[in-house]
């Protein structure tokens, strides 16, 4: 069969592009990097602003550093060399009869193909001078003879993303005469009366996605992209919808839950020994996770609870009713320090109740155990697998529970401690050391709602909402460099009460970025500043028992101020810190810096977060204002995903960023809870 009649045999919108008339393989090639492949992609190809082109400003009227359109006839043109031949200027000097306008191009010397003179052109760009008029780099097009009243003029028109060697004018034209061709073709992907309905709750009344796909390019007024956009993100939001209710339909008609809902022979005295009483959010959501262990399907659940919310204790629980029924239980936490204090705290509580607890990290010893390679080492390890096949324990790690040389007999429960800080192939790779065990992920960093109907989409979801009672309040505050010296008094007046302080800065090592203060470079100024006070320095690179050492000094108040990068963000439980100080506050997300904030206020005194910050830019300035505002981590949470989007926000680790191409995570919600009640409005209807 040829080629040919093998494109014919698809559906219209997915042929290749090489099917439209004046693409070739060049062109193809180049629409490939814009991830244009099918006619579909080109459809969907969306502008990334519209030029009113539909009022041109006489160039008289142009004003210094606005954007404006233009046109004027080309009177002069010439390209200038510099000495060595490598640096060059082309220079078109229009005239619309009111004034003229000079436009260069910096070593582009091919544009001087482009144009003739007598061209009429139309330009859009901003004056750099007025004294002549000038403008850099502007986007321009000729106007060719007939098309007045054409694809490129007289109306909102769309600009493009482009490549390199693609021209925005033919960009335009070929998607004009594709959606001329194929518009009627554009089907309702989701056609059930459900649907239909499902949508009257929309903020506009959306229109089918044909007519959103031609508004989207070509609209009559601006307020027509916003609907259609709509429109089509709805779709995607839908079709996201689908493939989660498919993998969770799946799953649970593959899996075979393990009966781990305990009977509280564990759990009774653990609660009674805590010490303090559990809060009503955490007694409802161990409810919640109760009878997920209970259920027909392994649990799936995602914990989120905003810093000092009390997750440990939650999770404690959750493992005793998994190792009430006789299964082991694995803790993975990013850090070593994270892994540490888990371990001190599960030791301390469970070890009471004969329960096995262990460390498994790169530098503990069951890890040098189970890679060990003598004989002796070996059987000891074979010994130590035999006995938590019998006895039920816990294991608490980081990375290196991954590794291939630990095994797990038994797995029951699986708990991912701040899992953004893992990708999701980690998190399976724990998974898979058991048959179906069950899944408990935690995070410290509230995810906002739309990322929770998303990425997470998998996972039931619990809240803890609530904070333990005893503890003091937190206050934040932003100071210029120029405080500091203020900063530096209150902080000694702090620690003369007994008190002790957090001071981070964003760097190990000084850098050629100047500003940006390194841990290293201000240890040995913060001794001197402090002192008698003693000052600990803790950092990603030091030894394992370095970082041991340095926190066993501070947890203990035999250091009294612990100097440190982000590392400290997850992790560290010191209820007696009242002082977080923040050295370049801009250079962290809101979130990162809502989680360093978290390590104070732990304790019954009020604690004091102060963030340092010579940033002048209203934006930075206003970002870190969202601090000073709140200490509710979802809010925080949702403007930090304003303003970095989901990819910085979640970080590299985490595939499964959806890929939209209208979908918008950060203020879409409604669209995407609507879309959750679309599918499963459909799927109930069968």
């Known amino acids: 069969m040829s080629a040919t009649s093998t494109i014919q045999k698809l559906p219209p919108l997915a042929q290749p592009v090489t099917a439209l008339w004046g693409v070739g393989g060049e062109r193809a090639a180049q629409l490939a990097r814009l991830k244009i492949f099918t006619v579909e992609d080109l459809l969907l190809h969306r502008p990334r602003r519209y030029e009113d082109r539909r009022h041109f400003r006489p160039i008289k009227t142009l004003l210094l550093d606005e954007h404006a359109t233009t046109r004027g006839s080309v009177v002069a043109m010439g390209l200038k060399r510099f000495r060595g031949g490598s640096k060059s200027v082309f220079e078109l000097i229009l005239d619309d009869g009111t004034a003229r306008l000079h436009c260069r191009w910096w070593n582009l010397p091919f544009m001087e193909n482009y144009f003739a003179v007598g061209d009429e052109v139309v330009v859009y760009g901003k004056p750099l001078s007025l004294k002549p008029r000038t403008m850099d780099h502007p986007e321009t097009e000729v106007v060719e003879p007939g098309e007045e009243n054409f694809i490129h003029f007289n109306r909102l028109t769309p600009v493009y993303p482009l490549t390199e060697g693609l021209p925005q004018r033919w960009l335009r034209g070929l998607i004009w005469r594709t959606l001329e061709k194929f518009e009627s073709q554009i089907a309702e992907p989701w056609s059930k009366p459900s649907v239909g309905r499902a949508r009257s709750d929309a903020p506009y009344r959306l229109p089918t996605r044909a007519n959103a796909v031609h508004m989207i390019h070509f609209p009559e007024e601006l307020t027509d992209v916003e609907i259609a956009r709509q ?311 030091l030894k394992s028992a370095e970082k041991e050492a340095v926190m066993a000094s501070f947890r203990t108040n035999h250091a009294q101020v612990l100097l440190a990068t982000a590392l400290i963000e997850v992790g560290v439980d010191v209820a007696n810190a009242t002082v977080m100080l923040i050295e370049n506050a801009e250079r962290f997300g809101l979130a990162q810096l809502h989680q360093l904030r978290g390590r104070i206020g732990r304790g019954a005194h009020d604690s004091f977060c102060i963030l340092v910050s010579a940033a002048d830019k209203p934006e930075a300035q206003e970002r870190l204002k969202v601090l000073t505002e709140s200490n509710d981590g979802f809010k925080i949470a949702e403007a930090d995903l304003k303003l970095r989007g989901p990819g910085e926000l979640l970080g590299q680790q985490q595939s499964g960023v959806p890929d939209f191409r209208f979908g918008e995570l950060a203020t879409d919600w409604e669209l995407i809870k609507q879309a959750r009640a679309v599918v499963l409005e459909i799927e109930k209807a069968g």
Not at 295 to 307: I, N, S
Not at 316 to 342: D, K, R, S, Y
Request: aromatic residues 8%; charged residues 25%.
């Open 231 to 541: 429109r089509l993100a709805l779709d995607e939001f839908i079709a996201l919808q689908w493939q989660i209710q498919a993998r969770r339909k799946k799953f649970e008609a593959t899996a075979q839950a393990l009966p781990c809902g305990g009977n509280n022979r564990l759990m009774k005295p653990f609660l009674d020994a805590l010490g303090f009483k559990l809060t009503g959010a955490q007694t409802k959501v161990l409810r919640e996770i109760r009878a997920d262990l209970r259920g027909a399907h392994p649990m799936r659940r995602l914990l989120q609870g905003d810093v000092g919310s009390g997750k440990t204790a939650v999770a404690a629980c959750a493992a005793l009713m998994a190792l009430e029924g006789g299964f082991n239980v694995a803790l993975m936490a990013p850090t070593e320090i994270l892994a540490e204090q888990h371990f001190r705290n599960f030791k301390k509580w469970l070890e009471p109740l004969g329960v096995k607890v262990e460390l498994q990290t790169r530098s503990s010893k069951t890890f040098n155990i189970q890679h060990s390679t003598s004989n002796a080492q070996g059987a000891e390890a074979a010994n130590h697998a035999s006995r938590i096949t019998h006895h039920a324990s816990i294991f608490i790690g980081t990375h290196a529970l991954l590794t291939d040389s630990f095994a797990l007999p038994n797995l029951g429960l699986v708990i991912i401690d701040e899992q953004h800080k893992f990708g999701v192939a980690q998190r399976e790779q724990l998974v898979r050391k058991g048959r179906y065990p069950h899944l408990l992920v935690m995070t410290a960093t509230p995810i906002p709602r739309t990322l929770g109907l998303t990425v997470y989409g998998e996972l039931d979801l619990s809240v803890i909402d609530e904070i333990p009672a005893g503890r003091g309040t937190i206050k934040t505050f932003v100071r210029t460099t120029e405080k500091l010296p203020l900063v530096w008094k209150f902080m000694r007046e702090q620690l003369a009460a007994g008190r002790q302080a957090y001071v981070v800065y964003p760097r190990v090592e000084e850098t050629d970025q100047r500003e940006i203060k390194a841990v290293v470079k201000e240890f040995e100024n913060l001794q001197k500043l402090f002192a008698p006070f003693r000052v600990e320095l803790l950092h990603g690179r």
